[in-house]
């Protein structure tokens, strides 16, 4: 019995301490992700930077402003209905109009909807103010509203996570935040309609400091 008995006790030791390096493994992996986020995420700020700066309407990779209400729907149908100084002083009142409009935290345009185990909060059709966006100024320039309304609700601070809206699940509501809700800057990949990954940013960058400085020797 003895024996058995110091058989065990040396079994659970090296458990004990395989155990203990597992952990120490696994503290030591966890920091080494932390870091790396850390400095994804400081690249991904860069490179924001630098193709804010450096990129045009023809660049496959540049930055999209997620929330940012997109304004060829409203200066389609100001052109129809205006003419003239009044077609630019109009599309300038509307978006300007609207995009405090999908800023403004008080505004709760949003509903819950149940999926099986899964809630999400999205537009909700039937608000009033987009029922009567649609039905003065057509439905493109609704869906424009509604999709950086939609942005706006998917992307946090930093531009990449998905985040919660809060809700009171007793009245089903958009719950107000104070803080407000703002456009935030993304590296886009339009040519795909999807977020450019960091290495696509990097190439884009090196591509558009290349053209720069061909242009600086010519």
């Known amino acids: 019995m003895n024996d058995k008995d110091e058989e065990l006790k040396k079994v659970i030791m090296d458990l004990e301490e395989e155990r203990s390096d597992l952990e120490d493994a696994n503290s030591e992996l966890c920091q080494k992700l932390c870091e790396s986020n850390d400095e994804i995420r400081e690249a991904h700020k860069e490179l924001i930077s630098g193709l804010r700066d450096l990129s045009d309407e023809s660049s496959t990779i540049r930055v999209k402003n997620m929330g940012r209400v997109d304004e ?45 185990d899964k809630i999400e909060g999205v537009v909700d059709e039937e608000d009033e103010k987009l029922k009567n966006l649609s039905e003065e100024w057509g439905e493109d320039v609704k869906k424009a509203v509604k999709t950086a309304l939609e942005e706006l609700y998917v992307y946090n601070g930093s531009g990449r996570d998905p985040v919660p809206v809060l809700w009171d699940f007793q009245k089903e509501l958009y719950v107000y935040n104070g803080s407000g809700r703002y456009p935030v800057p993304v590296l886009w990949n339009f040519q795909h309609g999807r977020k450019a990954t960091v290495k696509e940013g990097i190439i884009a960058h090196m591509k558009h400091q290349i053209k720069n400085l061909k242009r600086k020797r010519t």
């Open 72 to 116: 060829k729907p409203f200066l389609k149908v100001c052109e129809q209905r205006f003419s003239g100084q009044d077609v630019a002083l109009q599309h300038a009142r509307l978006c300007s109009e609207w995009q405090k409009m999908v800023m403004d935290s008080r505004w709760e345009p949003f509903k819950i909807q149940r999926s099986g």
